[in-house]
């Protein structure tokens, strides 16, 4: 949605978009809140790093071209400009797209090995 529908969020004139999961609480100052500079791209927080992933995850990134920032646990939850979504949208599609079809093996990919590889380099 936020790659896709790009154009008509700029149509549309949205100023900032916000891509969250269903148990993300929004209090009422949320309302009111808006990020320093206009183009920043805030997040919230996540707890999905092991070691094993984040040393995995670098070392991915610099074999497609992408400069890691060594910056871990970024949560689900995107707020930002459209133009900013976008961008982060696209990222984040061509990475899944590459990390399912080149970093994990048929048989994870498949489901054969369940949860056995939990909280490391995990398919699910």
Not at 61 to 71: N, P, R, Y
Not at 85 to 111: H, I
């Amino acid at each position: 949605m936020a790659f896709d529908g790009y154009e008509y969020f700029k149509v549309a004139k949205y100023d900032f978009l916000i891509r969250t999961d269903m148990d993300v609480f929004l209090t009422p100052m949320f309302a009111k809140w808006l990020p320093v500079h206009c183009n920043d791209f805030v997040t919230g927080g996540g707890g999905f790093t092991h070691p094993y992933n984040l040393k995995r995850l670098k070392r991915i990134a610099e074999s497609i071209g992408l400069k890691s920032a060594s910056i871990w646990n970024l949560g689900s939850t995107w707020y930002s400009t459209p133009a900013q979504f976008r961008l982060v949208s696209y990222l984040t599609l061509f990475g899944m797209a590459y990390l399912t079809s080149e970093e994990f093996p048929t048989v994870q990919v498949q489901g054969k090995l369940g949860v056995e590889l939990w909280p490391e380099w995990h398919y699910g």
